[in-house]
């Protein structure tokens, strides 16, 4: 039940901080992120691979902002030298 309850509480703030306001948004990424993590343990203590298939998607897809922007910073260390 605990866990249930860790699981809505995790979904309802990613629903909320990426609807938010812009500058809200990065939080609402790693709420997401944490969603999907905690959608890849469910799964994998059930022993059912499409949640665990569909929750790594989805945790790639939260984790896919932070990525861009870490790859972007790398690009313009590199023209400013």
Request: charged content about 10%.
């Amino acid at each position: 039940m605990i866990f249930a309850l860790l699981v809505v509480a995790t979904t309802c703030c990613t629903a909320w901080f990426l609807t938010g306001p812009a500058h809200q948004r990065h939080v609402g990424c790693l709420f997401g992120l944490a969603d999907a993590i905690l959608w890849l343990l469910a799964g994998v203590s059930a022993g059912k691979l499409i949640i665990v298939a569909i929750a790594a998607f989805c945790a790639l897809c939260f984790v896919r902002p932070f990525l861009r922007s870490y790859r972007y910073a790398r690009i313009r260390r590199q023209y400013v030298k």
